[in-house]
């Protein structure tokens, strides 16, 4: 396990560090796949957690509709 401030051996951060928009799309479907497999584990609904969290608004904003610019 890497040192506390130190950088992770997580190939994913790698792809992120080295900006390969390929990869990190891999990496996320990755990440969305193991969300889902814990959510079915412990039970949590994504999309009622989700909506809970961010309802009907943006998450950055928090405006509805978004005014995001980027």
Do not use: H
Request: overall charge negative.
């Amino acid at each position: 396990m890497p040192e506390k401030g130190s950088r992770t051996s997580y190939p994913g951060a790698e792809a992120i560090r080295r900006e390969e928009p390929q990869n990190i799309g891999e990496e996320l479907a990755d990440g969305f796949a193991w969300m889902g497999a814990l959510a079915n584990l412990y039970g949590v609904d994504l999309e009622e957690a989700f909506l809970k969290k961010c309802p009907s608004v943006c998450f950055t904003c928090r405006q509805k509709p978004c005014v995001c610019t980027d």
